[in-house]
């Protein structure tokens, strides 16, 4: 069983940057993968970005890749989602998840955190 519980959201104008966090409970988060997941009002949810269990592994969507950069500290239980030159489409309920192996597919997440709301202005 693992916990998983999201922080670092706001409100921010377009341009600025934001680090969310993603703070695991249970031993299995360092041997996990971990993605970053956000739905948007009215929209369906879509993938963000993923990193496997040694970080040796990343992935990105083409919205996010060059801006966000995914990260893990397994020692510390936690993943993040930096996130820069951002845009009013970026806003969103962003959710961290975990699974077996990594992919980018919401499906295949075996846990999810509540959310953190990110909100960009223009």
């Known amino acids: 069983q693992v916990q998983l519980v999201e922080s670092g959201g706001g409100l921010v104008q377009a341009g600025d940057s934001l680090t969310l966090s993603c703070a695991a409970s249970?031993?299995?988060?360092?041997?996990?993968?971990m993605g970053w997941f956000r739905q948007a009002p009215g929209k369906e949810r879509e993938f963000v970005a993923a990193?496997?269990?040694?970080?040796?592994?990343?992935y990105y969507s083409d919205s996010v890749k060059g801006r966000f950069t995914i990260s893990r500290d397994s020692a510390k239980n936690t993943g993040y989602l930096q996130m820069n030159l951002l845009k009013p489409e970026d806003t969103a309920v962003y959710y961290c998840?975990?699974?077996?192996?990594?992919?980018?597919?919401?499906?295949?997440?075996?846990?999810w955190g509540q959310g953190t709301q990110v909100t960009v202005s223009s």
């Open positions: 990193i496997s269990w040694s970080g040796g592994v990343r």
């Open positions: 998840a975990v699974c077996r192996s990594i992919t980018t597919i919401g499906e295949r997440y075996d846990y």
């Open positions: 249970g031993r299995t988060f360092s041997t996990a993968a």
